[in-house]
């Protein structure tokens, strides 16, 4: 159980285009999910937190216009990179938390998402 | 804000060998505690966390880390490595997750 994909698992395209990233909890139901950056040889940086039916929190120094982040259902969520850059060229990576839940629970992470922009 | 520390970027082990790795946070308040694993070409996974009760907690694959709290500490120890667990290893603290730089370990056969 509490299974987490994320689509699609790479995507190359074009300088000024965008790019949308699905995150799906397959098996519960996710009140919460969250959105990270991996840089290579780095740590995770938290992006956003997605709230399902309200505008998601950005993190300090996140373009809220560039990450548009969408929590329309209870196991979806996705990231759009608007005009994409060669600098936004990294893995993406979601998480969801279990609905009806605390904040104290683990969180359960998808595969992530390698965005190339050439 | 909260913060995490990984003082060991990179960690070469034999098998066999133990091994322990650091985490120190800064944040005054209660803390829930995590270490996850992630293998190359995986997703992270959980290997155990801390939320209060008995501060040294078991994980999977006979991972244990120690939470002390005087020190704002929770290290990761395994009493021998074995090849499979080459892994990049995160701590990370609380419930929105704000991770440490991560620890590559590699262990040889």
């Known amino acids: 159980g509490a299974v987490v994909s994320q689509h699609p698992s790479r995507v190359i395209c074009k300088s000024g285009t965008s790019v949308k990233i699905e995150c799906r909890s397959l098996d519960f139901q996710a009140t919460t999910m969250f959105w990270y950056r991996q840089f290579p040889k780095k740590s995770l940086m938290l992006m956003a937190t997605?709230?399902?039916?309200?505008?998601?929190?950005?993190e300090q120094g996140v373009e809220k216009d560039k990450f548009l982040i969408n929590h329309a259902s209870l196991t979806l969520s996705t990231l759009t990179v608007t005009s994409a850059h060669p600098e936004d060229s990294s893995f993406y990576i979601c998480?969801?938390?279990?609905?009806?839940?605390?904040?104290?629970?683990?969180?359960?992470f998808g595969p992530g998402t390698r965005l190339t922009v050439l | 804000a909260q913060s995490v520390s990984q003082h060991n970027h990179h960690v070469i082990l034999s098998e066999a060998a133990s091994l322990e790795l650091g985490c120190n946070y800064s944040y005054g308040g209660t803390v829930n505690l995590f270490w996850y694993v992630q293998y190359p070409g995986q997703h992270l996974q959980l290997l155990l966390k801390y939320f209060s009760g008995d501060p040294l907690v078991k994980g999977i694959k006979g991972f244990e880390a120690e939470f002390i709290k005087s020190k704002f500490s929770f290290n990761l120890r395994k009493p021998s490595v074995q090849w499979s667990d080459t892994a990049e290893y995160f701590c990370?603290?609380?419930?929105?997750?704000?991770f440490g730089a991560g620890t590559r370990l590699t262990v040889k056969p």
């Open positions: 998480s969801a938390m279990p609905a009806g839940t605390g904040r104290l629970v683990e969180q359960f």
């Open positions: 997605s709230n399902e039916g309200s505008k998601a929190t950005y």
């Open positions: 990370a603290v609380s419930s929105d997750m704000r």
